[in-house]
């Protein structure tokens, strides 16, 4: 089966620093958020128990690691998201703090 390729953004950065600072509203965030989740979901549906033992390169950009089990990468997916949300969650709470 033909592997899924996440779509590239205008607002993607090289490396691991996602979507720039500048210049977004939280509306284009929030459709970014929504379009990632709908790819995720779409990949996820059509994985068999077999493809998530495969070994698979890890890239971004240029960058080529090590192959992990597509099971480790959608933990590793999973953490850094819900590192991400903590992040926005602490965020917020300053934002009220201050308001």
Sequence with gaps: PARRIMP????????????NTRGESAERAIQILNEAQLFVRDVLF????????????RRVG??????KSVRWMMLHILEHTALHIGHMELTHQLLLKQA
């Design 46 to 57: 059509h994985l068999t128990p077999e493809q998530l033992e495969e070994l698979r390169e």
């Design 8 to 19: 590239e953004y205008p607002e993607m950065n090289s490396g691991n620093n996602g979507v």
């Design 62 to 67: 240029n960058w080529v690691g090590e192959p």
